[in-house]
C-alpha cells in the first residue's frame, strides 16, 4: 500500500533562515506528489504539485520542492523563512490530482525571532 | 468564485449520538470527497463521491456513510459516536482531469 513518510514532527527554524522539509513515499508508480500548509483551526492550502517534468516545481509563498525519483522523495525547501510560515505542512501522493489522497503525518514547522 | 464550504464550524455530540456534516464544492467541480483528521494526524481518506456516486471508501467502519445531491453538494453522516471520532473533518472538491483537489475549512467535532 502506498505510504508517505514525514520524519521531522517538529522543525524549529530562525526567522530568514532556510528550510527542508523532508517527505519520502512509497508507491508502485511515480505518484503526483503535493505539499499543503495547514495553519491552526484552518483547512488545507495547496502550497505546489508535482505530475512530471521538471523535477523542480515552484509554489506559492516562495516555496520549492525537488523530486527525486532515485530516493523516492519530494523535500520542500524556501531560501528564507518569515514568521507567517509557521504552520504545519502535509507532503500527500495520489494516483492522479483527482483520486484520494494519501498524506504523511505532518512537519510543524515553528519559525524563531 | 466561492471556495468549498463546510458546515458547521464547530459541534460538540455525546458518545452514541449520531452527526450530518455539510459540504458545498466549489462551482463546477462535481466530485467531493471526505478526509478525517485526528489531531496530531495527517488527513486520513473518508470517502470519494462523483455524479452522486460512491467512487472509493477508505478504511472506515459502516458508521460512516455519505451521499452526494444532485447539486454535487454532500453530506457526511456518523452514527453511534465513539470519542475517537473526534477530528477535523476536511471536504474537497475537484473536476475529473484536474490535477488537484480543494479544501474548505472543515468541520471541527468533539465526541463527549
Known sequence: AQSVTQPDIHITVSEGASLELRCNYSYGATPYLFWYVQSPGQGLQLLLKYFSGDTLVQGIKGFEAEFKRSQSSFNLRKPSVHWSDAAEYFCAVALTGFQKLVFGTGTRLLVSP | ?112
Open chain 2, 1 to 112: 468564485d466561492a471556495g468549498v464550504t463546510q458546515s458547521p464550524t464547530h459541534l460538540i455530540k455525546t458518545r452514541g449520538q449520531h452527526v450530518t456534516l455539510r459540504c458545498s464544492p466549489i462551482s463546477g467541480h462535481k466530485s467531493v470527497s471526505w478526509y478525517q483528521q485526528v489531531l496530531g494526524q495527517g488527513p486520513q481518506f473518508i470517502f470519494q463521491y462523483y455524479e452522486k456516486e460512491e467512487r472509493g471508501r477508505g478504511n472506515f467502519p459502516d458508521r460512516f456513510s455519505a451521499r452526494q445531491f444532485p447539486n454535487y453538494s454532500s453530506e457526511l453522516n456518523v452514527n453511534a459516536l465513539l470519542l475517537g471520532d473526534s477530528a477535523l473533518y476536511l471536504c474537497a472538491s475537484s473536476s475529473p482531469g484536474a490535477d488537484e483537489q480543494y479544501f474548505g475549512p472543515g468541520t471541527r467535532l468533539t465526541v463527549t
